[in-house]
C-alpha cells in the first residue's frame, strides 16, 4: 500500500507523463495548407501538398479532385485527413459518380488507403461508402465497396478532377466551381 507521500508524488508524475505523452501525439499530426488556402498560397519547400504526398505513397495525384485546402498526416501511422472547400461530385470511367465530403478521412500506407471515410460512389441508385483504395499494380487502381471492388486504369486518375458544386440538397449545381 502508499504511503501519503507516495501518493502526492504520484499524482504530479501521472499528470507530467499525460502531458508528455499529449504533446508527442500532437506533434505527429501537423496541417500543412495547400495552395488553395489563403494567405500568399505558396508553400514552403519542404512541406508537399496533399497531391504530392498520395504521390509519394504511391497514388496518382487525380485521386484527389481540385479544391485541396489542407490536409493532417500522422506519420506514425498513416493516420489523414484531407479537408475540401466544398462536398463535390464527379464522373469517372463507366459512368460512376464519385462524392467527396468536405473531410476526408483514412490511413494510408505504400500502396494502400484503408478504414477511408468520405468518400461515396453512385451504383444502382444508390451512395455506397469506397472502404479502400489500393494500387493493384503500376497501371490499376483497385476501388473496394465492402467486399466488392472495381479496377480502374491508373491513366484516368493523372490529372485532378474539378469538382461540381452539391447544393444542401444533393442537387448538382450547373456551374463547375473554380476551387
Known sequence: MATATQRHLLLPFLLFLLLAVAALYVSGAREVPAETRGGSGVLAADEPSAYEMLERFGFPRGILPEGVTG???????????????????????????????????????????????????????????????VMADAGHLMFYVGPLSQAFPAENFEESPQCRCRHSKGILADAVVAM
Open 71 to 133: 490536409y493532417t498526416l500522422r506519420p506514425s501511422d498513416g493516420a489523414f485527413e484531407v479537408f475540401l472547400g466544398k462536398d463535390c461530385e464527379f464522373e469517372v470511367g463507366g459512368g460512376y459518380r464519385l462524392t467527396y465530403r468536405r473531410r476526408i478521412a483514412g490511413k494510408v500506407a505504400g500502396g494502400s488507403i484503408g478504414n477511408l471515410q468520405g468518400v461515396t460512389v453512385r451504383i444502382f441508385m444508390m451512395n455506397w461508402g469506397i472502404d479502400r483504395v
